[in-house]
Structure formats: C-alpha cells, structure tokens
C-alpha cells in the first residue's frame, strides 16, 4: 500500500513531512530515522505492523523533503521538534523508536521530555558517537566536502552500503542514497558538527526513566561496542541482538523488526493495563 504523505508546521516554522497509519485511536508510536535518512527508512517496516498500532514516521528537519535551517541540529532542536509533533497531534505521549542518529535525539527526548515518553526503542544507537572510529572518520570527510559542491553520489552510496551486512531488496539501496543526495553538503555538516559530535549523553543516561528495548545487529560495527553504556545507563533497559545483520537492522529484517516493536508495545499496555488494576483494587 502506497503511503500518503502529509506534512506539518512546527511552531518555530519548521515543516516536517510524515505518514501515518494504523488506529487512530490507539497507541502513538514516532519512528525517527538516522542521519541523512528520513521517513522511507521505515518504508518496509510500516507495512508489517498490527494496525493497533498509531504509527508515525517523519523526516526530521534538514533531512528528505523537510525544511532545512542554516542551523538548530543539536540532539535537544531535533527532540524538540518531536515534543512539537506531538502537541500538533494533540498527543499526550508516545512511544519513540529511534534509529542510529534517531536513537540520539530518541534519547535526548527521554531526557528533556520524560513525561511525554510512553516507552523508548533504540535502534544501533549509543550514548555518544564522536569516539567511534568509523564515525570520527566519518565526520572528518564530510566537515572537509566543500558546502559549495553536490555531494558526491559514490560518497553516498559507499556510506549507506556500509551500514548494511545482508542483502536487501533490489531498489532499496538506490532509494536510500536518493534520500541522502537530497541534503546538501552544508546539511551534511551541519548535522554532523551539531547532532552528532554534541551527542554524548553517556552522563545523562540515568536519567532516563521509561521502559527501553536496545536493538542491536551482531556485524553492526558502528554501535556493537557502545551498547553495555546504553545498559549500565538505562535502568529499565533490556538488549536484543540480531544475528547476521548490520546498523541497519531494520532494513535487513523489517517483518522481525515489526514483530519486535509490536510486542514492546503490547508490553506497555498490559503492564498500564495491571497498574490499573491494582490502583482501583
């Protein structure tokens, strides 16, 4: 089923584009995507979710077809701009499922909005980034691309492949480095400098209240190593690895992943259902 996308004004200005499905009455549950991702990350995902589920994915600012500002890239503007989502949808709270970089600004919003978290769900995230080989590396070529210049199309392509250990279907990865090629190399920097070396949030992780599910590819070889920081961190935090896959579990396992935030979620609702109970007992 081809998905409708609409958009949103954020009070600041900032439109966002975002589809939506499942029961309106249900459960609300954001998708963030990662960096130079945006709502078509979860392009396979959406299809395999039960429809109790109120979904939502956007495209955060500066990424896809969202409004792009010279600045505001900090994990704290992105969470921000999730808390607005929210309050347009006139929703109280909801579930946070964040991937990579989404699982940043996922983790800023736990931190900054921790009354409007229903659960959270980080997808090959970690506490901080900028002392990860690979994405130091990262960061140093995309801060030395000219701002002026497109960004180069193999660049891209080489930077989305590495994210992947299994083969996904044919299309999908021309998709992604479509989405990427949409950001100019000033985007690119600009979320690199701000979202990503600004995301350390390691001494911050104990404030972080709510039920959280890590999930993790076993050949993810971006955050493998920082998942046991997310676990001493998080309280009420449980890990789950995915045999065989990479950073970009989601895409190489889409109907598990499905499966898995659908029973997280379902999770949640007995465990309010029996509180529930016992305050009226």
Aim: proline share 6%; hydrophobic share 40%; with cysteine.
């Amino acid at each position: 089923m081809e998905q409708v996308v609409r958009s949103v004004s954020l009070p600041h200005g900032i439109r966002l584009p975002y589809v939506e499905q499942g029961d309106p009455g249900g459960g609300a549950v954001v998708f963030l995507h990662g960096f130079t991702d945006s709502w078509r990350s979860y392009e396979s995902v959406l299809p395999n979710l039960p429809k109790f589920i109120r979904a939502f994915a956007l495209s955060q600012r500066g990424h896809g077809d969202a409004d792009r500002p010279e600045t505001g890239y900090r994990p704290q503007d992105f969470a921000r701009d999730v808390a607005d989502f929210l309050d347009a949808h006139e929703l109280e709270r909801a579930v946070l499922v964040g991937h990579s970089m989404g699982g940043s600004v996922a983790q800023r919003f736990a931190i900054d909005h921790p009354e409007r978290l229903a659960g959270l769900i980080l997808v090959g995230a970690r506490a901080c980034w900028h002392d990860q080989p690979d994405v130091a590396a990262l960061i140093q070529h995309v801060m030395s691309m000219s701002p002026s210049e497109p960004v180069d199309p193999q660049f891209a392509r080489d930077f989305q492949q590495s994210t992947l250990a299994q083969p996904v279907p044919p299309g999908w990865l021309d998709m992604a480095v479509a989405e990427s090629l949409k950001l100019p190399a000033r985007t690119w920097q600009a979320v690199c400098a701000q979202g990503i070396q600004q995301a350390n949030l390691t001494g911050l992780l104990t404030g972080i209240r709510a039920r959280t599910l890590l999930l993790c590819g076993e050949l993810d070889t971006l955050a493998r190593d920082g998942q046991q920081a997310l676990l001493e961190g998080i309280k009420d935090a449980e890990l789950k690895w995915y045999a065989g896959t990479g950073h970009a579990l989601h895409w190489e396992e889409p109907e598990r992943f499905a499966s898995d935030v659908a029973g997280f979620v379902r999770g949640l609702e007995t465990d309010a259902s029996h509180l529930a109970l016992r305050k009226a007992g």
